[in-house]
């Protein structure tokens, strides 16, 4: 039994010559114009700081946990930021269990770039007690499904999760002003992190044929192209990260042209993200209104309940 | 009493079964053979089910569990696409997208013969036909039908080739025709070949018609006869 050959997906001669011909006269097999985007939905799980987003068939899930631990020597009162990434073999089957492959580094570096060098998370603000304890970000990002750039699904995760995640409130206290308090979610309210701006990644593929450019490709057209690049840029129409893998030379007028496509889909994505986000939030604070009210009815037994109200009733009698 | 029971069929025939669901009690069926299909099992004295599904039977006696899955379990007499992964010199090395790779013998096709032995590169696509599938060895293909014709079997030129779940391409086969393909027939004119292992293929004479049919066979597995018709209408107004 040959186990180890039915595990990697396969594509026919037939369909890599069908992307290519049909790529020259403007036409994606998915039914899309070169320069569109796949639809692309993002949910929030009830917990803070997780996102779950999907981008056409692909699906990624990113969470984010902090934690507390001591700085690094060199930066005494900043905390840290780490992105991790999981391949599941349950996305792709070519994907193994365990070891990070290239695609899974390549993922977490460009993620880790764009957001990390732009200093998009404002990480001063992580530094509880300078040169002894800050926080430290982890965002995970787990690869449910893989329909093809993974970069840009797995960007808006970190983003969307980053944006709905809430650390724990710390206070200095003691005679020397050295014990921190970690206040818990009840005590006192968590707090948002700080960020400045959301840095999207745009991905463009490249064919062989001269001057083919499209946007957000599938997992298909990902086997097919032969050069790739993933620009993240912000609102503000700041470049914060490139990265173009491939052999393929691309021309620079070409670049800047996809530069400039980039640009406005990230402003396309930033609002939703951002919309996606303030409905989130509105429902947290909803949530938050009901679980405050909540004890005092479930405390209260029937008898004393009906008690009250017939009290309540009394007095508005009386009045 | 006795040939009562057996021609009463199990009362879950056409119904949702689970794993673990026993259908059948053979004790109540004595005297008579019944034929199990894909996912069933028989346990002692009676027939359970291994996966989600719908049961089906078919006259006299067949039983199996009909489910929709991406993954395609190799099941002997079933037309399937593959695609080629190595040469072997008795052997094609074909995907099917099952457990295992598939076994193309290099002799079974129409008339083949030592001398004249097709040659294919890695990743052509095959119309084939499974003729063995037994547990723990690959499965076998044919190139033939039961009479050594070719019949449709063989090479797959051009086109495009996309994946769908197993349920999808059952409902294309079905019969009668499924209302997608009445429908795109009427407007277009295409070539398709179903594989029952997810895979369906699709020519035309243009490649964006080419890409319509095969987006409105992508969109209509969970949609129904009446919302297909809609489907398909909407995207030859697009298109046109």
Redesign the interface.
């Known amino acids: 039994?040959?186990?180890r050959?039915?595990n990697t997906w396969?594509?026919?001669?037939?369909?890599?010559?069908?992307?290519e011909?049909?790529l020259l006269?403007d036409?994606?097999?998915?039914?899309r114009r070169p320069f569109d985007y796949r639809k692309l939905s993002i949910k929030f799980g009830r917990e803070d700081g997780s996102s779950e987003v999907q981008l056409g068939e692909t699906h990624v899930m990113g969470f984010v946990t902090g934690q507390l631990v001591p700085p690094y020597r060199d930066r005494p009162n900043e905390g840290s930021l780490a992105i991790y990434t999981e391949f599941s073999p349950m996305a792709d089957p070519s994907f193994e269990a365990g070891r990070p492959g290239e695609n899974a580094v390549e993922l977490g570096r460009i993620i880790d770039r764009g957001l990390r060098e732009s200093r998009a998370i404002d990480t001063e603000s992580l530094c509880i007690l300078s040169g002894k304890l800050v926080w430290s970000i982890r965002v995970d990002l787990h690869i449910l499904d893989n329909g093809g750039n993974l970069v840009d699904a797995a960007n808006i995760a970190a983003l969307a999760a980053l944006l709905t995640f809430r650390r724990p409130e710390c206070t200095l206290s003691g005679d020397d002003g050295q014990e921190v308090i970690v206040h818990s979610a009840e005590e006192r309210e968590p707090l948002p992190l700080i960020v400045h701006h959301l840095p999207v990644a745009v991905t463009f593929a490249f064919f062989s044929n001269d001057n083919v450019v499209v946007i957000d490709p599938t997992h298909k057209e990902e086997a097919v192209m032969k050069g790739r690049l993933t620009a993240t840029l912000n609102t503000n129409g700041d470049v914060c990260a490139i990265q173009k893998g491939g052999g393929i030379g691309v021309l620079q007028s070409v670049v800047l042209q996809c530069l400039r496509i980039a640009s406005v889909k990230a402003a396309d994505m930033t609002s939703k993200i951002k919309d996606a986000v303030e409905s989130y939030n509105t429902v947290r604070a909803f949530r938050k209104v009901k679980r405050h009210s909540a004890p005092i009815a479930v405390s209260v037994d029937g008898s004393v309940a009906i008690k009250k109200q017939s009290q309540d009733g009394a007095q508005k009698i009386e009045l | 009493m006795e040939k009562k029971a057996a021609a009463l069929p199990s009362k879950f025939v056409d119904q949702l079964v689970v794993p673990g669901d026993v259908v059948l009690d053979l004790t109540t069926l004595a005297n008579s053979t019944i034929k199990l299909g894909g996912g069933l099992r028989q346990e002692c004295d009676t027939i359970t089910a291994m996966k989600a599904g719908v049961l089906r039977f078919a006259k006299p006696n067949k039983y199996w569990v009909e489910s929709s899955q991406k993954r395609y379990v190799p099941c002997a007499e079933d037309h399937v696409l593959g695609?080629v992964?190595?040469t072997k010199a008795d052997n094609f090395?074909v995907?099917i997208k099952?457990?295992?790779?598939a076994f193309l013998p290099v002799l079974a096709f129409e008339g083949g013969t030592r001398r004249n032995i097709p040659k294919f590169?890695v990743?052509?696509?095959l119309y084939v036909r499974v003729v063995k599938a037994n547990t723990?060895?690959?499965p076998e293909l044919s190139c033939m039908d039961a009479n050594g014709k070719a019949s449709g079997f063989g090479i797959?030129?051009?086109?495009?080739?996309?994946e769908s779940s197993t349920g999808l391409s059952r409902m294309l086969l079905s019969s009668p025709t499924c209302p997608v393909l009445e429908i795109l027939g009427k407007k277009l004119s295409f070539e398709i070949a179903v594989g029952l292992n997810g895979r369906v293929?699709v020519n035309g004479a243009s490649?964006?018609s080419?890409?319509?049919v095969?987006?409105a066979i992508m969109n209509s597995e969970t949609l129904s006869g009446a919302q297909q018709r809609i489907m398909v209408e909407k995207l030859l107004q697009r298109v046109q």
Not at chain 1, 27 to 31: A, E, I, K
Request: avoid cysteine.
């Open positions: 039994m040959e186990q050959l039915a396969r594509m026919s001669v037939n369909d890599k010559k069908f992307i011909s049909s006269s036409l994606r097999v998915d039914g | 695609i992964v190595d090395l995907d099952g457990p295992a790779i590169e990743g052509t696509l723990g060895m690959n797959l030129k051009d086109g495009y080739m996309f293929w490649p964006s080419v890409i319509l095969a987006n």
